[in-house]
């Protein structure tokens, strides 16, 4: 039986999303690529939406088999909306992953985790043999951490060890993630804190030690991902 009256039914992104047109481009580029019987990871953020948005339209126009494993609660959301049956990354193994990023540099190291989800998009991504990240041209940057600082994930009651031991490294500034709509921090779906860091300097190194620090559970940095790029000039 279906609800009535559902919210998801008038479920949009909102208005306001920066560069549309570039990334309704993507967002037909990867519709075109999925074919009958795919398991498909879907990463988060309006890129993606916009992707799934074309995804749906397939399905639809040409009765196509497309199981999508969400990265976030919100895209699950936005898979229910669209009609396009989901799973999880415990019953299927994605035969590709597309996901958007914040920054991306010349040799494809990315930052991600604007939208807070970059735990469970780096585990799609592990577990893809391949992966598109879907990048409009304003992503690119010479440097990583020209626009964006490296969220991090981080169990609550570890966020003060974290705080310290993130002091071997050049940081320049960390804020806690504090929520909009919400009095105190952000809260992710997994329960956890985000620090934003800024650094001095983000080596090839940098991913793996952060990640050694007790209480982290996963950063937003993704160095040296066997990843494609898409930026809508394809
Ligand atoms: C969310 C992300 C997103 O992929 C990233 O923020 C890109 O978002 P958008 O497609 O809206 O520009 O990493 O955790």
Request: hydrophobic content about 40%; glycine content about 6%.
């Amino acid at each position: 039986m279906k609800w009535e009256d559902s919210f998801l039914e008038s479920f949009e992104w909102g208005n306001n999303i920066i560069n549309k047109d570039r990334k309704l481009k993507i967002a037909d580029k990867i519709a075109s690529m999925v074919s009958d019987g795919n398991v498909v990871g879907a990463g988060s953020g309006s890129t993606v939406y916009l992707a799934l948005k074309q995804i749906a339209k397939r399905i639809k126009d040409e009765s196509l088999n497309i199981l999508i494993i969400p990265s976030s609660r919100e895209i699950s959301m936005a898979c229910i909306q669209l009609n396009i049956p989901q799973t999880t990354l415990l019953a299927h193994k994605p035969d590709w992953t597309f996901d958007g990023a914040d920054e991306v540099d010349q040799d494809y190291n990315l930052i991600k985790g604007r939208g807070g989800a970059m735990f469970r998009e780096k585990l799609l991504i592990a577990s893809s043999p391949s992966t598109y990240i879907i990048a409009d041209p304003s992503k690119m940057v010479k440097k990583l951490g020209t626009h964006f600082p490296v969220p991090i994930e981080i169990f609550p009651e570890a966020l003060t060890h974290v705080e310290q031991s993130l002091k071997q490294f050049p940081v320049k500034e960390f804020n806690l993630r504090i929520a909009q709509k919400k009095d105190g921090p952000v809260i992710t779906e997994n329960g956890n804190l985000i620090l934003d860091v800024w650094f001095d300097e983000i080596h090839g190194y940098l991913e793996s030690a952060i990640k050694a620090i007790t209480g982290v559970i996963e950063s937003g940095l993704f160095m040296h991902y066997n990843v494609q790029l898409i930026t809508g000039d394809d």
